[in-house]
């Protein structure tokens, strides 16, 4: 017998260090976890959420912790749920929120008790754990997220012993029929976010074909419209700049080398980012937000055909104009053979996160290493003159504690950095790997989760930019 699946809607009250929530359909359900007074919706308070496995009872779910401590998060959930049933974070490790941070995207999976048949099913929950609601099965299913608006749920589906993939669009209430997007492809996979307007960006690639497309999909009736496509190449990383007008993609040549070019949405036109030597490797194309009046585009370049490893980090100020690109992070700024896998502009623009790493060839172990990168900014002047200020690298002053960040987000107002430091988490005994970084002074701040278990990388969630890691 398939699980029946229910909707928990409940008042919570706030008794000393629990809570509990009233009104279910089962007896009065204790929630597991410490009160979430300032958790998501108060501002000035920094929710952060992450998969936790509990080290008693091996069992992972989605907690969160603030100034009020940790809260288990899809406790209420599991009690919807068949015993033994697995809660998932849609993109696990990570756990992702909507963009007003106040929702849960998740994945549960259930065995029917009778048959053995997994059963795998689309389920949000509010980040207080007041509602939670399980959707009908969706065969395949292995990904949700929150579109733009938060009105619907982006469903990625992989067929049962094919390598094909689809996405689904389902409203955000878990209410009626998935719709498909509507592509003649046998892989369509979710990419991110085509801008404000609500649709979502997918690359598709025929049977058969050897050649990888970029859409723009509308979650309310899969309706799709070809933005990017190349004969010769597989296209991939697509983002839209802030105004709109300008998409970025990574196009992969037979040898897997990539180059960068910016397909104008208003007339087609496309411009060459990357300088398209075959000796470069041009990757990890990120718009500056605070760029949308002239749009500004940050990306990655690695040698390749022997040349000596290291990455470089480039930016081009004018889109389309006669000043071309600069580095803003050289080989004098990363040690030799560093190569940089991430960039994340903050939250107002102007300032990028670099995380690089390297692999230690007898230990097998890598490191990683994290600088906040001011991006300069223009004098001002026409295309022809303009000259820019040089940005500067600023390294962590971690107080001489060994430091090993391999991942890190902006908090909303850019005011902090959250990161995840693999030193502390390896360490013995291990101690908290959730740190804080104030961008201006550089500083480190150990930040408590008060949970006794392994956990995954933290996200902020009301505090959350990084909506789609």
Same mark, same amino acid.
């Given at each position: 017998m398939r699980p029946v699946h229910h909707r928990l809607a409940a008042p919570i009250v706030l008794l000393g260090s629990s809570l509990v929530a009233q009104g279910c359909s089962e007896s009065s359900l204790a929630l597991d976890g410490g009160g979430m007074e300032d958790v998501a919706g108060a501002e000035g308070v920094a =929710?952060?959420?992450?998969?936790?496995? /509990?080290a008693a009872t091996l069992t992972t779910d989605v907690w969160a912790f603030g100034p009020s401590g940790a809260f288990n998060v899809t406790g209420g959930l599991r009690s919807l749920l068949a015993e033994g049933s697995s809660v998932l974070p849609s993109t696990a490790p990570l756990p992702v929120p909507s963009r007003d941070g106040s929702r849960l995207a998740l994945v549960v999976t259930e065995v029917d008790s009778e048959s053995g048949e997994v059963i795998v099913s689309p389920a949000t929950c509010s980040l207080d754990g007041v509602e939670a609601e399980v959707g009908e099965p969706v065969p395949g299913l292995i990904a949700a997220w929150f579109d733009q608006g938060g009105e619907h749920l982006v469903l990625q589906v992989q067929d049962s012993g094919a390598d094909t993939r689809r996405v689904l669009f389902l409203p955000a209430d878990l209410s009626g029929e998935p719709v498909q997007a509507e592509i003649d492809a046998t892989d369509v996979v979710f990419r991110g976010h085509a801008g404000e307007t609500g649709h979502v960006l997918v690359t598709a690639t025929a049977d058969g074909d050897a050649t990888r497309s970029v859409w723009r999909v509308d979650p309310h009736d899969g309706a799709a419209s070809l933005l990017a496509a190349d004969p010769e190449r597989w296209l991939g990383a697509p983002s839209v700049s802030p105004d709109g007008a300008w998409?970025?993609?990574?196009?992969? /040549?037979? =040898?897997?080398?990539?180059?960068?070019?910016?397909?104008?949405? /208003? /007339?087609g036109r496309v411009v060459a980012i990357s300088a398209g030597s075959p000796l470069v490797d041009a990757h990890h194309p990120a718009w500056d937000p605070g760029s949308a009046g002239a749009p500004r585009l940050a990306w990655v370049e690695d040698p390749v055909g022997g040349g000596t490893p290291g990455s470089t980090v480039r930016v081009l100020d004018v889109l389309g104009g006669d000043v071309g690109a600069r580095t803003l992070v050289g080989t004098e700024d990363l040690p030799t053979g560093r190569t940089v896998d991430s960039l994340r502009w903050s939250p107002a623009g102007g300032r990028l996160l670099v995380i690089s790493r390297s692999a230690d060839l007898g230990t097998g172990e890598t490191s990683y290493e994290l600088q906040v990168v001011s991006a300069g900014e223009s004098d001002g002047a026409s295309d022809d003159d303009a000259e820019f200020t040089a940005g500067d690298v600023d390294e962590i002053d971690s107080g001489g504690t060994p430091l090993n960040p391999s991942t890190a987000h902006w908090a909303r107002d850019g005011s902090r950095v959250l990161l995840w430091d693999r030193a502390a988490a390896t360490a =013995?005994?291990?101690s908290s790997p959730v740190r804080e970084l104030d961008p201006d002074s550089m500083t480190l701040t150990d930040v408590g989760t008060d949970f006794a278990g392994e956990i995954s990388y933290p996200l902020y969630a009301w505090w959350n =930019?990084?909506?789609y890691p």
């Amino acid at each position: 017998m398939r699980p029946v699946h229910h909707r928990l809607a409940a008042p919570i009250v706030l008794l000393g260090s629990s809570l509990v929530a009233q009104g279910c359909s089962e007896s009065s359900l204790a929630l597991d976890g410490g009160g979430m007074e300032d958790v998501a919706g108060a501002e000035g308070v920094a =929710t952060v959420v992450f998969a936790g496995t /509990d080290a008693a009872t091996l069992t992972t779910d989605v907690w969160a912790f603030g100034p009020s401590g940790a809260f288990n998060v899809t406790g209420g959930l599991r009690s919807l749920l068949a015993e033994g049933s697995s809660v998932l974070p849609s993109t696990a490790p990570l756990p992702v929120p909507s963009r007003d941070g106040s929702r849960l995207a998740l994945v549960v999976t259930e065995v029917d008790s009778e048959s053995g048949e997994v059963i795998v099913s689309p389920a949000t929950c509010s980040l207080d754990g007041v509602e939670a609601e399980v959707g009908e099965p969706v065969p395949g299913l292995i990904a949700a997220w929150f579109d733009q608006g938060g009105e619907h749920l982006v469903l990625q589906v992989q067929d049962s012993g094919a390598d094909t993939r689809r996405v689904l669009f389902l409203p955000a209430d878990l209410s009626g029929e998935p719709v498909q997007a509507e592509i003649d492809a046998t892989d369509v996979v979710f990419r991110g976010h085509a801008g404000e307007t609500g649709h979502v960006l997918v690359t598709a690639t025929a049977d058969g074909d050897a050649t990888r497309s970029v859409w723009r999909v509308d979650p309310h009736d899969g309706a799709a419209s070809l933005l990017a496509a190349d004969p010769e190449r597989w296209l991939g990383a697509p983002s839209v700049s802030p105004d709109g007008a300008w998409l970025a993609v990574e196009a992969s /040549d037979a =040898t897997g080398r990539r180059e960068l070019y910016a397909w104008s949405l /208003d /007339d087609g036109r496309v411009v060459a980012i990357s300088a398209g030597s075959p000796l470069v490797d041009a990757h990890h194309p990120a718009w500056d937000p605070g760029s949308a009046g002239a749009p500004r585009l940050a990306w990655v370049e690695d040698p390749v055909g022997g040349g000596t490893p290291g990455s470089t980090v480039r930016v081009l100020d004018v889109l389309g104009g006669d000043v071309g690109a600069r580095t803003l992070v050289g080989t004098e700024d990363l040690p030799t053979g560093r190569t940089v896998d991430s960039l994340r502009w903050s939250p107002a623009g102007g300032r990028l996160l670099v995380i690089s790493r390297s692999a230690d060839l007898g230990t097998g172990e890598t490191s990683y290493e994290l600088q906040v990168v001011s991006a300069g900014e223009s004098d001002g002047a026409s295309d022809d003159d303009a000259e820019f200020t040089a940005g500067d690298v600023d390294e962590i002053d971690s107080g001489g504690t060994p430091l090993n960040p391999s991942t890190a987000h902006w908090a909303r107002d850019g005011s902090r950095v959250l990161l995840w430091d693999r030193a502390a988490a390896t360490a =013995t005994p291990p101690s908290s790997p959730v740190r804080e970084l104030d961008p201006d002074s550089m500083t480190l701040t150990d930040v408590g989760t008060d949970f006794a278990g392994e956990i995954s990388y933290p996200l902020y969630a009301w505090w959350n =930019t990084l909506l789609y890691p």
